[in-house]
């Protein structure tokens, strides 16, 4: 997985992103929207433009909706039903306007795993009970070279993931 230290991600595709370093900005420029907001346009159609005209959409709530599912599989199914038709079509409508989710973190709630290359997130060390959020949430591109480690600037730590395009 190739990490990204530049802020492209602000712009274009979609993020995961926990750590305050990477999130300071946005959190101080851009006001957050609540995710059943941004679910409402991917089932009734964007707004022309996007909020506020900016280049980067920060939305609450998603680890929110993770921890309450009642196990991994209903969370994943949840996953490729909401999130990753959202954020197909957000590629498609606002190529040029990040979509970022702000989780809450920590960072050891996300794993990279080396043999699979694939995200995961969850407290249990049991992996069959982690949800894979790469796949969950942008499918194919989840594999090889598409989706980038966001390293945390002047640090070797991973602060969140992204996707410039969603198969």
Sequence with gaps: ??????????????????????????????????????????????????????????VGGLQTVLNVMPDAETSYAWLRANILPLCRRWTNHWSGVGLVFGMDGPGKRFDLSEADDLVYFGRDADRSKRICLTRGIWNGAATGTGVFKLMIQDTREIGGFHVIKVS
């Design 1 to 58: 997985m190739q990490e990204m230290t530049a802020n492209s991600w602000k712009r274009r595709g979609c993020s995961l992103v926990w750590s305050p370093e990477l999130l300071r900005d946005l959190i101080t420029n851009v006001e957050a929207l609540p995710l059943d907001v941004v679910l409402h346009w991917q089932r009734s159609g964007f707004p022309e433009d996007p909020p506020n005209g900016g280049k980067t959409v920060l």
